[in-house]
């Protein structure tokens, strides 16, 4: 009996001791004050950190890329790249960005090589205008790296872009991942060049970079003063159209500009600006995903084009007619709004201005 008791009082007081090392575990402050004391210790060094500094490289990616040009006359300044000496973090950052390095200054031979390297496996961005005078490295890009190039943007005189597409051979190679192509012819502009018996427009080689109707979806196409023949490749799978200052030499009836918008179904935006368009479709076109659409035009084009759009799923438009000043009844508003918005919702937003003989049209939903 005795042995029972004192196994019993061993056990209970094992217990006891336990028990009263976890109590003193939970209730005892210096646990506690370590803690705090390196929260403390914690939120002293954050605070002596810049924000920009404990950004996530994700996030800074994004921000350097804001910085890099978009416009080709920006390109003279390669300021934009001196981020990747700020710091090591940011170097890191920048050097596992490919698409921050994907728009080579080409008129620095070895920095533009380095870029390139660098960028790999971005697709290329080319952009080049009359005022940074790098048109020898732009011909060794698109001699050497065709199967890069994602973009190409290109403002000059119609001589100089000539000679650039002619050195390059473009018609030989092949652009598997070109998406976007911008080329601005800046000579002169004249409104009837046909009339005034001066060419000043210039017509693009459909063979460009091997084109075909076998094009990925959703590119981009912009040209002023210039175009390929209406029946290019070129016109096919686009999500954004922009044609601007083609005169009459250009001879664009409706019925092939309507031919255009059938092969590029998907087509998101379209810009008429200064075009002339001849003649008139008798086939309506719907373009159920066209969101965004800009014309400046004579009134009777405006409304030979708007009578024979669809545009179930507009969302802006924008129209800028010019009225012929022989006429002196000019129609009502209604007659060039997008049929969608003859019958404007209550949250439509509609704006109309007359300046001289043009009215400014803009709708937006």
């Known amino acids: ?7 019993t009082s061993q056990t209970l007081s094992t217990a006891s001791r336990h028990w009263r090392t976890l109590i ?97 496996p971005y697709p290329l961005v080319l952009r080049v205008s009359q005022a940074n005078h790098a048109w020898s490295g732009a011909i060794s890009l698109l001699r050497k790296y065709p199967e890069r190039l994602g973009v190409i943007d290109v403002h000059a005189d119609q001589h100089i872009i000539k000679y650039l597409l002619a050195r390059t051979e473009v018609e030989r190679r092949a652009a598997p991942l070109l998406r976007a192509v911008t080329i601005v012819n800046r000579s002169p ?5 046909a009339d005034a018996g001066v060419d000043v427009g210039m017509w693009l080689d459909e063979d460009m970079f091997l084109r075909n109707e076998s094009a990925v979806r959703g590119g981009q196409l912009h040209l002023e003063c210039c175009a390929f023949p209406w029946t290019s490749a070129w016109y096919s799978q686009l999500a954004h159209l922009h044609l601007e200052r083609l005169a009459r030499t250009y001879h664009l009836p409706m019925p092939d500009l309507f031919a255009i918008l059938r092969r590029s179904r998907t087509l998101e935006s379209l810009a008429l600006i200064d075009v002339w368009l001849e003649g008139k479709s008798d ?22 084009l708007m009578a024979q759009l669809t545009l179930p799923a507009i ?11 022989e006429f002196n009844d000019k129609p009502g508003i209604q007659i060039f709004l997008p049929s969608v918005a003859t019958t404007p919702a209550f949250s439509d937003r509609v704006n109309v201005e007359m300046r001289g003989e043009e009215m400014h049209i803009s709708w937006s939903r």
């Open 24 to 120: 003193d575990i939970f209730t005892s402050s210096k646990p506690k004050d370590q803690v705090s004391e390196k929260k403390k210790s914690r939120r002293a060094s954050n605070a002596t950190i810049p924000l920009i500094a404990r950004l996530p490289p994700e996030l800074l990616a994004e921000i350097f890329l804001l910085r890099v040009p978009t416009k080709p006359e920006n390109m003279s300044d390669p300021g934009w790249i001196t981020v990747s000496h700020v710091s090591h973090h940011w170097r890191q950052t920048a050097l596992l960005c490919p698409a921050f390095w994907a728009t080579p200054i080409i008129r620095c031979p070895a920095l533009a090589r380095m870029m390139i390297s660098r960028s790999v």
């Open 315 to 325: 969302e802006r438009f924008q129209m800028v007619v010019v009225f012929d000043s």
């Open 1 to 7: 009996m005795s042995e029972k008791k004192s196994t």
């Open 283 to 304: 086939a309506a076109l719907e373009l159920p995903k066209l969101r965004e659409l800009r014309v400046r035009a004579w009134d009777w084009m405006c409304i030979r």
């Open 189 to 193: 502009f004249v409104g009837d060049a």
